[in-house]
T-cell receptor, first 114, second 115 residues
Framework: GESVGLHLPTLSVQEGDNSIINCAYSNSASDYFIWYKQESGKGPQFIID?????DKRQGQRVTVLLNKTVKHLSLQIAATQPGDSAVYFC?????????????FGTGTRLLVSP | KAGVTQTPRYLIKTRGQQVTLSCSPISGHRSVSWYQQTPGQGLQFLFEYFSETQRNKGNFPGRFSGRQFSNSRSEMNVSTLELGDSALYLC??????????????FGPGTRLLVL
């Protein structure tokens, strides 16, 4: 199925390290992106979003970077904690044949070791 | 403010049966979207409803349908179930104040198993 691509399916880090999760998208016309976190047995939880008129946006311990030139975005998590262990999805707001929808990447599993 | 709620949380059906899933959006949210999540295909968009009208749809067969009520609650229906319909069905709502490009907030999902 269609999807926004991810570079790494699993990322293992030590507690306290900084984590970087990457995402590539294909539609240069996309202008809105969201990162979600999904823990086992739960629905995706909103983390942070960014619009295409921005290159960087910061939240609490998280930063999203958007590089429109190479159609790439990343999620940086500072001082990663065991509670950050989850699957992370990037989502691209795409307009396709008149329909608007969020298209999700395949996800990256983040494993945080104590 | 209560989050998105979905019922039931778990469901077991057999091939050929039909199923109806329910979603209550966050209070004040007018848009409801449905997604199917499977290990093989990931998160796939099914459809979106706004003001009781289907505004957007994904690439799913006609066996998948939905509706939205005047209170923004939504249901989706899958008829003639197939084994491949086993998945986590997620509902998401958004206020739709900014012309569509808004955060969608997800419910916990309904896990459907088709035997």
């Amino acid at each position: 199925g269609e999807s926004v691509g991810l570079h790494l399916p699993t990322l293992s880090v030590q507690e306290g390290d900084n984590s970087i999760i990457n995402c590539a998208y294909s539609n240069s016309a996309s202008d809105y992106f969201i990162w979600y976190k999904q823990e086992s047995g739960k629905g995706p939880q909103f983390i942070i979003d960014i619009r295409s008129n921005m290159d960087k946006r910061q939240g609490q311990r998280v930063t999203v970077l958007l590089n429109k030139t190479v159609k790439h975005l990343s999620l940086q998590i500072a001082a990663t904690q065991p509670g950050d262990s989850a699957v992370y999805f990037c989502a691209e707001f795409r307009v396709d044949t008149g329909f608007q929808k969020l298209v999700f990447g395949t996800g990256t599993r983040l494993l945080v070791s104590p | 403010k209560a989050g998105v709620t979905q019922t039931p949380r778990y469901l077991i059906k057999t091939r050929g049966q039909q199923v109806t899933l329910s979603c209550s959006p966050i209070s004040g949210h007018r848009s409801v979207s449905w997604y199917q999540q499977t290990p093989g295909q990931g998160l796939q968009f099914l459809f979106e409803y706004f003001s009781e009208t289907q505004r957007n749809k994904g690439n799913f067969p006609g066996r998948f349908s939905g509706r939205q009520f005047s209170n923004s609650r939504s249901e989706m229906n899958v008829s003639t179930l197939e084994l491949g319909d086993s998945a986590l069905y997620l509902c998401a709502s958004s206020p739709l104040l900014a012309g569509g490009r808004e955060t969608q907030y997800f419910g916990p999902g309904t896990r459907l198993l088709v035997l």
